[in-house]
């Protein structure tokens, strides 16, 4: 199992006398898309569609590291936010699409690449709200506020990748 695999790497790290300088970052970076049956999926994954059945699990893990949990819906793009806040760096020149996952002013969100999203409590997708996460969450949501934030997400994050923007 992953676990076991985990518990092996923390010992060879410890064995070869560099778990005190490591840090760790595991994230799922897709669900089980390659699966065939997909109702299997969401059966599995206990969701009733497949934007949901796309929660992924992640830890940032160190030696002596004092637990915390994070509660919020996050992108992949806030580990890297994260990552400078934990290690105490500062990002320089970039601008990042992500954001602090410890941030107590960041909610959390997720926009998918087809321009859905997650946020709130609202799974929105195809022009309307596909499920509501809690009770009265999309009239709590502004709804117009939140597509033209994805809309503008999702050309920045293009324009990143086509003009390489990291690369320097």
Same mark, same amino acid.
């Given at each position: 199992? @992953?676990?076991?695999?985990?518990? =092996? ?5 410890? *064995? /070869?006398?560099? %778990? ?59 580990? @890297?936010?994260?990552?400078?806040? =934990? ?5 320089? *020149? /970039?601008?990042? %699409? ?71």
């Amino acid at each position: 199992t @992953v676990d076991d695999m985990f518990a =092996l790497l923390l010992k060879r790290l410890e *064995e /070869y006398g560099h %778990l005190d300088d490591t840090v760790i970052v595991a994230f799922g970076d897709h669900y089980a898309y390659p699966m065939t049956d997909q109702q299997l999926v969401l059966q599995l994954s206990g969701v009733d569609n497949t934007y949901l059945a796309m929660k992924t699990p992640c830890f940032i893990w160190a030696d002596g590291m004092e637990h915390v949990d994070v509660d919020k819906t996050l992108n992949t793009a806030d580990l @890297v936010p994260t990552l400078l806040n =934990l290690f105490g760096m500062d990002s320089g *020149e /970039y601008d990042y %699409l992500g954001r602090d996952a410890f941030d107590p002013g960041y909610e959390g969100y997720v926009v998918f690449g087809d321009g859905a999203w997650l946020y709130n409590g609202v799974l929105f997708a195809g022009g309307t709200v596909l499920e509501e996460l809690t009770p009265g969450a999309a009239e709590n949501t502004d709804i117009a506020a939140m597509q033209d934030f994805v809309s503008r997400y999702l050309k920045t994050n293009d324009a990143m990748i086509e003009t390489d923007y990291y690369r320097h």
